[in-house]
Every structure is written in C-alpha cells, then in structure tokens.
C-alpha cells in the first residue's frame, strides 16, 4: 500500500464518524509537533516578532517542507509583500475520502483543516492569515485556490483602541474591539453597557454579532477578534460558538484587575483550551498603549 493509500484509509475512517473535532485537534497536534521539531519554538515575549515572517516564506515552510508538495502541484497566480495566492492541484486524501463518504469538501475542509494550518501560521507570526476560497475548492472547482495574507495587526489594534476611547467619552468602561476575515475588516465596536443598561454589550460582543451580519453567516472561521482588552469568559465563549478561529488582545485580565477593573479571572487561555475547537489566542498586542486605557 503507498503513502497515498494509507491516508486516504486514515482520512476514510476519521471522516466516517462524523465528529471533526477529534480530527482537527490531531493535526493541530501533529503540525505543532513538527514545528517544534524543527526549531520553531513556542513564542515568548511579544505577541508579535520583530522581524516579519512572508507569506511567501510561511507558504514554503508549510507546503514543501511540511507537507511535501511540489511547485508543479501548486500554482502561485498571485505575489507580493503582503499576500500570497496559489492554486492547488495536489492528489489530497481529504477531497477523496469526501468522494467516496459523499461528503461535501467545503464543509469537511473547513471543520478538520483550516484552524491547524492557521495555527502553524501564527506559531511563525501571528499577522499571517490563510485564506481558501469555498467557491472554487475541489470538487466544486477544478482546484482549491487559498491565499496566506499577512494583515496589519497593529493597525487594527490601532482602531480597537480609538474606539475604547469613544467608549469612555460616551460614559462606557472603554473596551474597544475589531474582527477582521483575511485583510478584510468585517466589523468594529465599542462597549455600551452603561448607556444601555446591558451588561451583555461589551465590545467584542458587538463586534462578533456585527462580523456575522456583514458576512452573511453565523460561521466566522478563519476570522481573528482584536481586543484591547483580554475578552472575558462571555465573550471567549461567543468567539467559541462563532468561529473565531484566532483571538489577539492587548491588556490581559489579570493586568486589568491588578488595575483594580472588575474581571472575572478565568483567562481567553483556558476558554480556547477547554473548546471543542482549535482557538489560537495571542496577548500583549500594543500592551503599554491598551494598559493605558486602562490605569485610574
């Protein structure tokens, strides 16, 4: 039997129980594994490094090193700085097991696949996003078309913490939040639960209840959530339900209460580590300009 063979039989049999999340969560496992292996040590420090990781060099890592395509199986069609797109044309166990199950490829793929390469693209640098176009995956396309986009971070954290300040001219506690698909902006908020009289308003769920309504689907994998501030068990929870497949914040919960801010101290941490899906969670983005929102 051929490697091929072999995976395909794996695939078949993760695939016929119908419980993704057990799949998803061993890749996630096995790509971090290799990274390790590898050299490519658990980040420490600041969120974000100092020196970008490229689209183009986060694409070799992954496709040819780790997973050991070709260029022949993988057409690059579009390159620059900040973004890498690609065609793939690569025999995939996935796309046949989904054949021979009946399944649908666009509902697999995003339940067992996305998040683990996600994660392997935040491990090298947490501002790089994958990006697989559903309309034009196989089969329902002659080829699965996917992007790794490197996204402005700081930028969207930039606008997270303008909008914790309208919060707080407004009367709010100052929250600011950003929920971004890609490059693509899908949503921004601030919290209102003072003026509103709701405690449920704060600004990541907002911001997630606005993302879903601009993309059309209570689905939002693959989007990444900037918060100034580490989200609270609520929110964690809703980015859970939602999707989110990546988290980023500035100030941390337990900095914010060390500030003397009424936090429930369970951490976005352990929110992402008992879900039954892969959730990536970064903090201290832009720690010292949120701390400061922050600070009586």
Known sequence: MSPFEEALERE????????YGPVEQRRNERRLAWLTAHGHLPRKGDALPVTPVSPRQAFE??????????????????????????????????????????????????????????????????????????????????HCRETIVRVDVEGAMRAAIAEARVAKAEGNKGYGAVVLMGGRELSRAHDTGMTAGD???????????????????????????????????????LAVWAGITTIMYGSSIADTAAMGRSRILVSA?????????????????????CDALYRY
């Open 61 to 142: 890592l992954f496709f040819y090193d780790y997973m050991g395509r070709t260029p022949e199986q993988l057409q690059v069609v579009e390159e620059g700085e900040d973004r890498i797109v690609w065609l793939s044309a690569n025999p995939c166990p996935t796309l046949d097991a989904c054949r021979i199950l009946g399944l649908d490829t666009r509902e697999v793929c995003r339940a067992v696949s996305e998040r683990p390469v996600q994660t392997f693209l935040s491990r090298l640098d947490p501002r790089l996003r994958f990006v697989r176009d559903y309309e034009a995956i196989r089969p329902h396309g002659p």
């Open 199 to 237: 405690p449920s308003l704060h600004a990541e769920h907002s911001a997630i209840l606005a993302a879903i309504q601009e993309w059309g689907s209570p689905d939002l994998t693959g989007a990444l959530l900037v918060s100034t501030c580490e989200p609270c068990p609520m929110c964690s929870g």
């Open 269 to 289: 941490k352990e929110m992402a580590e008992k879900s039954p899906r892969v959730v990536d969670v970064v903090g201290g983005v832009l720690r010292e300009e």
């Open 12 to 19: 078949i049999a993760d695939l016929r129980t119908g419980d």
